[in-house]
Each structure stands twice: as C-alpha cells, then as structure tokens.
C-alpha cells in the first residue's frame, strides 16, 4: 500500500550530524503516523522518534534533546535530524508509516555508522 524509501544514512564521526529523509508513495491517504526505528546488531528494533499528520511528536529518552523528527506533509517525506551523534546511535534506521506506528509499511533502512 505505501511505499517507503529512506535516504541520507552514513559514516559519521561521535559528535556529527546526519540527516535522514524517509519519502512515501502510495497509499499515502492512508498515512496517519510517520515514524523512524532502529536496530542495531543482535539488539531488538526500537522507536527513535514519530511524528503524526497533525504534528504531534514523540522521542526515545536516548535521543530527546538530539534529534528532532519533522514531516512535510504535501510530500509525504518525514526527515530526522541528528546531532550530537554518538557511538551508541549506530543502527539500521527504518521509516514506518501508516495508521498508526509499527504497523504500517516499513522502508529498506538506512545505515548509520557513528564512529572514529
């Protein structure tokens, strides 16, 4: 139904910044919720941030004050602002979007390497 595609993931050193875009095509009538996860190696897949149609936003304790999740609604493209990057942030980060978080559509993922 929607179709995800993240971008902008990379090498970065402790302390840099990246930002992600996450584009969705589709069904994209069906979108009420956009949101980023992540998971890194042998570790479960967790919520970094998620932003709804209407704005509203929420943050993992890990990144609140770092990153900040925004959503251009006409384009249907949610991006994620990181700073302050640290070795822990490294991670596949995957864009969902749907009627609500987790079950909607998943993208291919991005990676994210934070290191010296």
């Known amino acids: 139904q929607v179709h995800l595609v993240e971008s902008g993931g990379g090498l970065v050193q402790p302390g840099g910044s990246l930002r992600l875009s996450c584009a969705a095509s589709?069904?994209?009538?069906?979108?009420?919720?956009m949101g980023w996860f992540r998971q890194a190696p042998g570790k479960q897949r967790e919520l970094v941030a998620a932003?709804?149609?209407?704005?509203?936003?929420n943050y993992a304790d890990s990144v609140k004050g770092r990153f900040t999740i925004s959503r251009d609604n006409a384009k249907m493209t949610v991006f994620l602002q990181m700073n302050s990057l640290k070795p822990e942030d490294t991670a596949a980060y995957y864009c969902?979007?749907?009627?609500?978080?987790?079950?909607?559509?998943w993208g291919q993922g991005t990676q994210v390497t934070v290191s010296s």
């Open positions: 589709g069904n994209i009538f069906s979108i009420a919720v």
């Open positions: 932003i709804t149609n209407g704005g509203r936003t």
């Open positions: 969902n979007a749907g009627p609500e978080l987790s079950a909607g559509s």
